[in-house]
């Protein structure tokens, strides 16, 4: 599986942006995508996940009311709306799929294939 991310830039605080993770090769229903971030000399942290039929999603607390996830299985395609942006969520955001045994729980690490990674800045 090939992950490639998409739809970061430079933005103002209080924008918005739309990422988008368009993925090629073998998917599976069970696949879970996420999205996780890593700030500069931050660890990487979860942002986001969603299962295939999208019938679940979680969400870091930070993001919650702001970003939302949801995907197009038709278009093999996972997206990252994010609304009311804040300088900390200044990152490089990377998607990612998780497939069965899920483990302790069914969004939390670790995934399986990672994307390159697409950055967002958000300034003050």
């Known amino acids: 599986v090939q992950l490639q991310a998409s739809g970061g830039g430079l933005v103002q605080a209080g924008d918005s942006l739309r990422l988008s993770c368009a993925t090629s090769?073998?998917?599976?229903?069970?696949?879970?995508m996420g999205w996780f971030r890593q700030a500069p000399g931050k660890e990487r942290e979860f942002v986001a996940a969603?299962?295939?039929?999208?019938?679940?999603?979680y969400y870091l607390d930070s993001v919650k009311g702001r970003f939302t996830i949801s995907r197009d299985n038709a278009k093999n395609t996972v997206y990252l709306q994010m609304n009311s942006l804040k300088p900390e969520d200044t990152a490089v955001y990377y998607c990612?799929?998780?497939?069965?045994?899920?483990?302790?729980?069914?969004?939390?690490?670790?995934?399986?294939?990672w994307g390159q990674g697409t950055l967002v800045t958000v300034s003050s």
């Open positions: 969603i299962t295939w039929s999208s019938s679940l999603t």
């Open positions: 090769g073998r998917t599976f229903s069970t696949d879970v």
């Open positions: 990612a799929v998780k497939r069965p045994p899920y483990g302790y729980s069914w969004y939390g690490g670790p995934y399986d294939y």
